[in-house]
């Protein structure tokens, strides 16, 4: 009896430490560099503007962060790329693929939006798979741009200072596509602002007909995700868990953290390939994944350049976007994921 008393004890311990994320490249995008702690086992991925806890089994964000300020927002922002594409980090198994969503009926909704990011670089990383989510299209083109995204962008642009912002989903309205991405029934996006130590939450069904309801309160929010964001609004003396310990389920993901960017080939391109030459030969690049469709000669060119010019090991992947009414895709279009050191 002890004996197994003493394993579930174990068990326990290693879910709540498998649940803590380092995000040792990215602390600065957490108010006071405190990351959240979640009853979920994720994967932390850093991007230049925002971070990612990401659900291996939801295949889907348990919530993003963005640092945000009226500078960023106000100043002119990149055109919408709409380049989707898969997460290279993340192990094949556990990606959401551009396939899962073709025909499902549902957007691939952005977490971080694209409309906050005021740079090309972030703007493409946005449209990785990692940072969405299935939600209902009316909800995610309607409901949520106009009644979530938009009122939180205005806060951001009359408040003082920076604005941190966290987007998630929780629930589970079934799934979809071969690698059975988890439909959320429920979307909210947390907004904090630390001059005044205030935090409120938007909180939506995710379905076409969903209703706008007053935001809820961050102590609200904490009870219906299970998530403590350890934001100053709340007592914390009640932390079952260190957010900053180590393990070596943490220390075995710092490979996946890094900064990676898309680079997309319609056709072939000497600058393009030299840019990324140069990044590999410089010492910059760690690893970079070819993903095309129909392609397969330009992304074999650009492959075997890169091989017989630097000793990197390049890996390739087939697979085809979907499109919808209103984006179309060029099939021929070759795209490099490329890690930064």
């Known amino acids: 009896m002890n004996f197994l008393r003493n394993l579930l004890t174990l068990v326990a311990i290693t879910v709540s430490f498998n649940a803590l994320a380092a995000f040792e490249n990215c602390k600065d995008l957490f108010p006071a560099q405190q990351i959240p702690t979640s009853p979920q086992v994720g994967r932390d991925l850093c991007f230049d503007s925002f971070a990612i806890y990401y659900s291996p089994q939801e295949k889907k964000p348990i919530y993003t962060v963005e640092r945000l300020s009226k500078e960023q927002l106000s100043t002119p922002h990149p055109r919408r790329s709409n380049q989707f594409y898969e997460e290279a980090r993340l192990p094949f198994s556990e990606r959401a693929l551009l396939s899962d969503y073709r025909g499902s009926g549902f957007d691939r909704g952005h977490n971080a939006p694209a409309g906050d990011m005021s740079n090309e670089r972030s703007m493409a990383q946005s449209f990785s798979l990692a940072n969405m989510m299935p939600q209902a299209r009316q909800n995610n083109q309607g409901i949520w741009a106009k009644n979530v995204e938009e009122p939180t962008r205005a806060y951001i642009k009359r408040a003082s200072g920076d604005i941190y912002v966290f987007t998630g989903s929780t629930g589970s309205s079934g799934s979809i596509g071969r690698s059975r991405v988890t439909i959320p029934s429920h979307l909210y996006k947390l907004v904090f602002d630390p001059s005044k130590n205030t935090a409120w939450a938007y909180w939506v069904e995710n379905t076409n007909e969903a209703s706008m309801n007053p935001p809820i309160s961050y102590q609200e929010l904490m009870q219906k995700t299970g998530i403590d964001f350890h934001l100053p609004v709340?007592?914390?003396?009640?932390?079952?868990?260190n957010p900053t310990a180590q393990t070596s389920e943490i220390k075995a993901q710092k490979t996946l953290v890094g900064g990676w960017y898309p680079v997309f080939f319609d056709g072939y391109s000497p600058s393009k390939l030299n840019e990324v030459l140069n990044n590999v030969k410089s010492g910059k690049v760690a690893s970079i994944q070819i993903q095309y469709d129909r392609n397969e000669t330009l992304?074999?060119?650009?492959?075997?350049?890169?091989?017989?010019?630097?000793?990197?090991?390049v890996s390739s992947i087939q697979s085809s976007p979907p499109e919808s009414p209103t984006v179309t895709y060029e099939r021929n279009r070759v795209t490099l994921i490329v890690r930064s050191k």
């Open 299 to 313: 992304a074999k060119q650009i492959a075997s350049q890169i091989e017989s010019q630097t000793n990197l090991k």
């Open 234 to 241: 709340v007592d914390d003396t009640n932390l079952a868990s």
